[in-house]
């Protein structure tokens, strides 16, 4: 009876199995030929049981069933070969087919058995000539599996070395399960025993693949492991129970509830050590790992410490990038990857593929508190950027107060100032207006710089608004990329205004009597356009180069000092940003880059 429970159980559980591989065929290489194998192993076994469950009246049924097992080990060699990537000509997997198909279809034709009643498994298949030709078809075929596993396996390296492994351990726990079988056909006085095992063969296959390839699969076996093992802690508990002095069956089965509640967590925890060596996660490495994380106050802060803690932990070395840094994957270190999605962000596991599910384990555990530190990190982030917005509103609403006083307490006087030199001499005037212009200058910029404005976006073609903006200055050449519509979003006149700004600083960084010469390209990228405004004048002095876009900052003597910070105040409020860059052989280059589809905020 306990034989035909189990070997039931086994054709269940290995269709079962059969369906989970077609489910994730995708992941594994021959998938579909390793459940075409395990549904041949349940038709085999199927064959085994039939007569003990109908009668041993519908024979030709059984022995047809059972002839199916030379073309099942075909389809496990050719699996093999698949699984190992061998390159075995295609000739040598038709021949095994040959081989299998047509052992099976003589066994289909010639009577291949006999049944015969034997003690502890009822009735079973005696192979008569024709059954041991086609049982040498698929040794053979089994074999020459096995000797392509071997084979890899002497050259695999992890984690493929542990997949093929599991297999090969696989074939060696089916061989010894099919001695029960030899047991009862030698008329052994021995119980088969090694039959009671065959449950654990295709689990032992079908884990040992999925292990490393699907992970979830872990989870899976975890959960399977615990419930087994509670059943059991249930089963033995329940055939002790005779033996206490409890005559109710209500207060014994209250017994065995009791208990299997009570070895519930240690249970678990046992499987997880079990399936996940070396990944178990306490509540006190959670805490620590957040109260580390705590003392990070930005993104880069964070990945650093993220990275030593998890390196720390699984003995390797490990980065963690987040956000905008997780564009930049190392190709050669495991890394984890964490992005913004929707309200929170998702961490995804690269390069983990050669790691064993405990350390795998361990990082998806690290993932979910650094997901949370990153989305604190964020807010903060967010608060103080809020924060540094509401002080700069504040600083440029006191400044645009103070620069209307200035400019109309300036104005008159500079007014005063050119009508009172009309009669001096021809240079005095030059250099008097010289002088008022500049100051005139300053106090516009100043106004313009300091009062607030909102944008007025539009889509337009900045190529076109450059190229006439080009047309105003000499020695002015266009890149290729701006012969081209460049359409972005935008405020055309806010724009313009950076435009010219920036093509009047390169026009006053000239030296003395040299013209300057002024090059303008753009790139188009999937997000953003940039445009580079570069110039061969006298280039950036160091000292500058840091504050270069903040007020009264300037490259020329005769400068204000604002027109870099209003072009920086522009691509602000356009969502972009200006920047000093790098492209030989110009001395100075500023590139601008306008976002695609940003919504115009107020500067």
């Not at 198909?101 to 003589?106: E, K, M, N, R, W």
């Not at 103070?402 to 008159?412: C, G, K, S």
């Amino acid at each position: 009876m306990l034989i035909r429970a189990v070997l039931g159980f086994s054709i269940v559980e290995t269709l079962a199995l059969a369906g989970m591989l077609l489910w994730w065929a995708d992941r594994v290489a021959g998938a579909r030929l390793l459940a075409a194998f395990l549904t041949g192993i349940a038709i085999w076994i199927t064959g085994n049981e039939l007569p003990n469950w109908i009668g041993p009246a519908h024979q030709t049924l059984t022995f047809a069933l059972l002839a199916f097992a030379p073309l099942t080990s075909a389809f496990f060699f050719h699996f093999c070969v698949v699984f190992c990537r061998v390159p075995l000509p295609r000739w040598g997997v038709v021949a095994a087919y040959l081989m299998g198909g047509s052992a099976t279809l003589a066994a289909q034709v010639l009577l291949p058995a006999e049944l015969v009643h034997k003690p502890h498994v009822g009735y079973i298949a005696i192979a008569n000539t024709v059954g041991w030709t086609a049982s040498l078809a698929w040794i053979l075929l089994g074999t020459g599996g096995v000797a392509v596993l071997l084979t890899a396996l002497a050259r695999a390296r992890r984690p493929a070395f542990n997949q093929i492994a599991a297999v090969t351990a696989s074939c060696l726990w089916g061989l010894l399960c099919l001695a029960g079988y030899g047991i009862v056909i030698l008329d052994l006085p021995v119980y088969p025993y090694p039959l009671l095992g065959l449950p654990f063969y295709p689990v032992i296959l079908v884990y040992g693949i999925l292990r490393y390839g699907v992970f979830v699969a872990n989870a899976w076996a975890r959960r399977a492991l615990a419930w087994a093992l509670l059943l059991a802690a249930g089963a033995a508990m329940v055939a002790l129970i005779p033996l206490l002095p409890i005559e109710s069956r209500w207060a014994g089965g209250l017994v065995v509830a009791a208990s299997c509640i009570a070895l519930n967590g240690p249970v678990r925890q046992f499987a997880e050590r079990l399936v996940y060596p070396g990944g178990a996660v306490s509540a006190v490495d959670l805490q620590s790992w957040r109260q580390a994380l705590q003392s990070a106050d930005s993104m880069p802060a964070l990945e650093n410490e993220a990275s030593t803690l998890l390196s720390r932990r699984t003995g390797t070395q490990v980065r963690v990038l987040l956000g905008d840094g997780a564009a930049q994957t190392p190709g050669d270190m495991p890394c984890l990857i964490g992005t913004r999605s929707g309200p929170g962000w998702s961490i995804a596991l690269q390069g983990w593929e050669a790691a064993p599910p405990g350390p795998r384990r361990v990082a998806e555990l690290f993932g979910t508190v650094v997901a949370d530190a990153a989305e604190r990190v964020a807010q903060g982030e967010q608060i103080a950027a809020r924060e540094r917005e509401r002080q700069l509103q504040a600083r440029l609403a006191e400044l645009g107060s103070l620069a209307a006083t200035v400019a109309h307490d300036i104005r008159n006087p500079l007014n005063i100032i050119a009508m009172a030199v009309v009669t001096a001499p021809p240079e005095v005037r030059r250099e008097v207006a010289s002088q008022v212009g500049r100051i005139a200058h300053l106090s516009n910029d100043l106004l313009d710089y300091a009062k607030p404005w909102k944008l007025v976006p539009q889509r337009y073609d900045l190529a076109a608004q450059v190229r006439a903006a080009a047309a105003r200055l000499p020695h002015c050449t266009l890149g290729e990329a701006l012969q081209a519509p460049l359409m972005i979003d935008g405020d055309a006149r806010r724009v313009e205004q950076a435009l010219t700004n920036l093509l009047e600083n390169a026009r006053a960084a000239a030296g003395a009597g040299t013209p300057v010469h002024v090059h303008i390209d753009a790139e188009q990228r999937p997000d953003a356009v940039l445009l580079h405004v570069c110039d061969d004048g006298q280039g950036v002095p160091e000292e500058i180069r840091h504050r270069l876009f903040e007020p009264f900052a300037s490259r020329s003597p005769g400068g204000t000092g604002l027109g870099l910070a209003i072009v920086a105040r522009t691509l602000a409020a356009h969502g972009g940003a200006v920047a000093l860059t790098e492209r030989p052989p110009w001395t100075t280059c500023f590139t601008l880059t306008f976002p695609l589809h940003h919504d115009a905020k107020p500067s």
